[in-house]
């Protein structure tokens, strides 16, 4: 099926839609037959790519690493703007991109100042911010998204994330400006 306009997309949708649906109704959650869905190309950036991303980092097994997590990160953030999911769903896809996008930047502060400051991230943000790299507002950004990753700590998260008002598109949204932003002052 050829798409040239919005009409086609919106065709284009509705069938794929109808036929993922009717794949599910047919296989279920019976795993013994091995199909699979073919993943889009060309919307997840290669591990070159990514890595490329980094410019101020050496190369080696830390940004091969890195570069891996944001494979994932792609793929998370796929499923966030192209699928229709919501509720619980959306929630823990945020929750999961916020995780991801403060471990990256955890690993990424403490490499980048290495010597210079081995302290914990929000020293380092301190640290960024007081050697001019990092403006006050990435840095209130960088520290929330570290509060967001620590989450991932379920035992210490004291309220249940069913609804949780943290895991929203615009907090989301906010925390993957952080990790641009972040990128874009150290190159």
Wanted: aromatic letters at 10%; a positive charge.
């Amino acid at each position: 099926m050829e798409i040239n306009n919005d009409a086609d997309l919106a065709k284009a949708i509705s069938k794929a839609d109808q036929l993922i649906q009717a794949i599910h109704d047919y296989a279920g959650r019976d795993f013994s037959n091995t199909w699979q869905l073919r993943f889009p190309r060309g919307y997840v950036r290669t591990a070159s790519q990514q890595r490329k991303r980094m410019p101020f980092l050496s190369n080696g097994p830390l940004k091969e690493n890195l570069s891996y997590t944001l494979i994932l990160s792609d793929t998370v953030h796929w499923l966030l703007v192209r699928t229709d999911v919501s509720g619980t769903i959306k929630s823990q896809l945020v929750k999961m991109h916020l995780f991801l996008l403060g471990s990256l930047a955890e690993s990424i502060t403490k490499v980048y100042l290495g010597r210079k400051c081995k302290q914990g991230y929000k020293q380092r943000t301190h640290f960024l911010l007081a050697g001019d790299l990092i403006d006050q507002n990435l840095k209130d950004d960088l520290d929330w998204l570290w509060d967001m990753r620590n989450n991932m700590h379920l035992f210490l998260v004291a309220d249940s994330e069913h609804n949780c008002p943290d895991y929203t598109v615009p907090h989301h949204d906010r925390g993957v400006r952080a990790f641009q932003k972040l990128l874009a002052k150290l190159s």
